[in-house]
């Protein structure tokens, strides 16, 4: 059964708790739309898996969220997904308990599910150059499928030469763009914001966008940078299938997404000699700690190509 179908056999004591907790999250925590709506989803299950075993969220104990995971680990959730879920259970019980709601948090000794440490997947130089160069507006004199063209491309140049996110990029605005001085004011993750250059060929092809095929998509002159062919904002998935879609004839059998560029803008700066801080700045971590997943990346790739290379490796 969906979370969307349990939200309806939820008592609605369960559901006002869940939806105060989201706020919290919302108003205080300033978490992305993302993030709240995965925690959400996170406890709907344990508090349908909850009223389904006679108890609730109020009432639950250490042994029942034990038996939740489990039955998590039955039903065949990746450990990733059940490592978050305990994240959300502890971060639920902490803000119940400082709220009252709840006397004891019973999630104290629960442990997460160890996940693997995977690196991210990082395309070559020349790979994500060849593939921000894929769109080709000049292959065509259709006005809209120029238009396409050129917004794809933009938005490429932005995930590689800037690092952006996906989401970042689709809540762009026209007035978030400093062309001249070749900078864009970015949202990230907990409504955070930053200035971050853009690159010269990201600078003429977001103008390009602009100038030539913004007006076959758009309504005004306003609202969101980029837009899809029934006229409305990008969305992430816009995005993903549309580099999927590039990805796929030029490089097939590989996973790339949107993601692979940002991992990749990481991992050339780093190893074009960038000092990690200012690359931590760039992209928008908080921590220097998941910057640091690009340095393993570049030492990787160094042993990699050590083996390829010497006769003695």
């Given at each position: 059964?969906?979370?969307?179908?349990?939200?309806?056999?939820?008592?609605?004591?369960?559901?006002?708790?869940?939806?105060?907790?989201?706020?919290?999250?919302?108003?205080?925590?300033?978490?992305?739309?993302?993030?709240?709506?995965?925690?959400?989803?996170?406890?709907?299950?344990?508090a349908t898996f909850l009223h389904r075993s006679s108890s609730s969220l109020e009432n639950a104990d250490h042994a029942l969220l034990r038996r939740f995971l489990a039955q998590q680990h039955a039903l065949g959730y990746a450990r990733a997904s059940i490592?978050?879920?305990?994240?959300?259970?502890?971060?639920?019980?902490?803000?119940?308990?400082?709220?009252?709601?709840?006397?004891?948090?019973?999630?104290?000794?629960?442990?997460?599910?160890?996940?693997?440490?995977?690196?991210?997947?990082?395309?070559?130089?020349?790979?994500?150059?060849?593939?921000?160069?894929?769109?080709?507006?000049?292959?065509?004199?259709?006005?809209?499928?120029?238009?396409v063209a050129l917004r794809d491309r933009a938005i490429l140049e932005l995930l590689y030469g800037s690092g952006l996110r996906v989401s970042e990029v689709t809540s762009l605005r026209r007035d978030d763009l400093d062309l001249d001085g070749a900078r864009?004011?970015?949202?990230?993750?907990?409504?955070?914001?930053?200035?971050?250059?853009?690159?010269?060929?990201?600078?003429?092809?977001?103008?390009?966008?602009?100038?030539?095929?913004?007006?076959?998509?758009?309504?005004?002159?306003?609202?969101?940078?980029?837009?899809?062919?029934?006229?409305?904002?990008?969305?992430?998935?816009?995005?993903?299938?549309?580099?999927?879609?590039?990805?796929?004839?030029?490089?097939?059998?590989?996973?790339?997404?949107?993601?692979?560029?940002?991992?990749?803008?990481?991992?050339?700066?780093?190893?074009?000699?960038?000092?990690?801080?200012?690359?931590?700045?760039?992209?928008?971590?908080?921590?220097?700690?998941?910057?640091?997943?690009?340095?393993?990346?570049?030492?990787?790739?160094?042993?990699?190509?050590?083996?390829?290379?010497?006769?003695?490796?």
């Amino acid at each position: 059964m969906s979370p969307a179908s349990d939200d309806h056999a939820l008592p609605r004591p369960q559901l006002a708790l869940i939806d105060g907790f989201t706020a919290h999250l919302r108003l205080e925590r300033h978490l992305s739309a993302n993030t709240i709506a995965a925690y959400r989803t996170d406890l709907i299950h344990l508090a349908t898996f909850l009223h389904r075993s006679s108890s609730s969220l109020e009432n639950a104990d250490h042994a029942l969220l034990r038996r939740f995971l489990a039955q998590q680990h039955a039903l065949g959730y990746a450990r990733a997904s059940i490592a978050r879920r305990v994240g959300a259970i502890h971060t639920f019980y902490r803000w119940a308990v400082d709220e009252g709601t709840i006397a004891h948090d019973p999630s104290l000794l629960l442990g997460r599910p160890k996940v693997a440490n995977r690196l991210p997947t990082v395309l070559r130089a020349r790979e994500a150059a060849d593939l921000v160069e894929v769109p080709d507006a000049d292959e065509t004199d259709d006005p809209i499928e120029r238009a396409v063209a050129l917004r794809d491309r933009a938005i490429l140049e932005l995930l590689y030469g800037s690092g952006l996110r996906v989401s970042e990029v689709t809540s762009l605005r026209r007035d978030d763009l400093d062309l001249d001085g070749a900078r864009v004011l970015v949202r990230g993750k907990g409504s955070k914001e930053r200035r971050v250059p853009v690159s010269d060929d990201a600078v003429l092809a977001v103008r390009a966008w602009l100038a030539e095929g913004r007006v076959h998509l758009a309504a005004d002159a306003g609202g969101p940078l980029f837009l899809n062919r029934k006229h409305k904002p990008m969305s992430p998935r816009d995005v993903r299938a549309m580099v999927d879609g590039y990805a796929g004839v030029l490089l097939p059998g590989r996973r790339i997404g949107p993601h692979t560029l940002r991992h990749s803008y990481a991992t050339h700066l780093l190893e074009g000699g960038a000092d990690i801080r200012a690359v931590q700045e760039l992209l928008g971590h908080s921590s220097v700690a998941t910057t640091q997943r690009y340095t393993h990346v570049s030492k990787a790739r160094l042993f990699e190509a050590h083996e390829q290379a010497h006769p003695r490796a």
